[in-house]
């Protein structure tokens, strides 16, 4: 059982508008900042958003993060078949926390 | 390039020990605070250990706390995580990974922006 809540899986179609959801509590995302990480099928994960809603440089514009008190959310835009994989929200609560996983399937 | 690159992965019997290293290049390692993060087969992702860029400070998970070391050696560029009574539930893909951060204080964190590939440790009798 994960500290921060994803929904196991999503899904959307190419140039469609997706959102991950990562629920926290005031203890991690409350009170810390966010992370995003997607992990490609047999890759390491890689950095996609810091701080809530910054992007590093490389990340298209198409990812986008926010927080609203203890939650979060990953926004994935123009969808694109390449986009499928595993994406973990983090925070830091004592210790650092990830979800569980959202594992992304472009139809 | 910038780089880090893990070794040092097996196979155990439970109770046995193993060392990790990872090799770091084309940055200022000693600048940096370092992770490792470690993935079971088909889960996700879970936070194994912190320690500060001059390696003073250093944070565990709960569940290996008291089994594992993680120490960093600037001078050779190199992190190292040594693990001792290992249990079947270690099993994992091992990553390191650098961050900008103060250890200590969540608020300076910039996320772990590199990765190493992984190394594999399978515990198991």
């Known amino acids: 059982q994960s500290v921060l809540t994803q929904p196991p899986s999503a899904s959307g179609t190419p140039g469609q508008r997706v959102t991950i959801s990562c629920s926290g509590s005031s203890s991690n995302i409350g009170s810390n900042y966010v992370f995003w990480y997607q992990q490609l099928p047999r890759t390491a994960p890689k950095l996609l958003i810091y701080?809530?809603?910054q992007r590093p440089s490389g990340v298209p514009d198409r990812f986008s993060g926010s927080k609203s008190g203890t939650s979060a959310s990953l926004a994935i835009s123009g969808l694109r078949s390449e986009d499928e994989a595993d994406y973990f929200c983090?925070?830091?609560?004592?210790?650092?926390?990830f979800g569980g996983g959202t594992t992304l399937t472009v139809l | 390039q910038v780089q880090l690159v893990e070794s040092g992965g097996g196979v155990v019997q439970p109770g046995r020990s193993l060392r990790l290293s990872c090799a770091a290049s084309?940055?200022?390692?000693?600048?940096?605070?370092m992770h490792w993060v470690r993935q079971a087969p088909g889960k996700g992702l879970e936070w194994v250990a912190l320690i500060s860029y001059d390696g003073n400070s250093y944070y565990y998970t709960h569940s290996v706390r008291g089994r594992f070391t993680i120490s960093r050696d600037n001078s050779k560029n190199t992190l190292f995580l040594q693990m001792n009574t290992l249990r079947p539930e270690d099993t994992a893909v091992y990553y390191c990974a650098r961050e900008d951060i103060v250890v200590g204080i969540t608020a300076t964190a910039y996320g772990m922006d590199v990765w190493g590939q992984g190394t594999t440790v399978t515990v198991f009798s």
């Open positions: 983090a925070s830091w609560d004592g210790s650092l926390v």
């Open positions: 084309g940055f200022t390692f000693s600048s940096y605070a």
């Open positions: 701080r809530n809603n």
